[in-house]
């Protein structure tokens, strides 16, 4: 499985998540896009990466990031 094959699922705990907006900057496939209060919206998760930032730099634990087995 490479990267053009691969699906992923994100998910935002929006009972954690605070609205900093790290998981949007970090990502450099821009996956997210911020509703109007900030929260991250998913809406284009084909572009991801599995890079894991977003995961990586929540300072909440709001994201999770799994590769999905789509053969
Ligand atoms: S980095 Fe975490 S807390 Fe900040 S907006 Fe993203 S999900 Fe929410
Ligand atoms: S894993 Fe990387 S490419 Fe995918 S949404 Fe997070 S920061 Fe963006």
């Known amino acids: ?5 691969m699906a992923v699922t994100i998910r935002i705990d929006e009972a954690f998540c605070k609205r900093c907006g790290f998981c949007i900057e970090f990502c450099n ?3 997210y896009e911020a ?7 998913v809406k284009d998760p ?3 990466t599995n890079c894991r930032l977003c995961e990586l730099r929540c300072p909440d634990f709001a994201v999770s990031v799994e ?3 789509n053969e």
Do not use: W
Not at 35 to 41: A, E, R, T
């Open 1 to 5: 499985m490479n990267k053009t094959n």
């Open 46 to 48: 084909e572009k991801c």
């Open 67 to 69: 590769v999905v087995d």
């Open 29 to 31: 496939a821009n996956v």
């Open 35 to 41: 509703d109007k209060d900030g929260l991250p919206l």
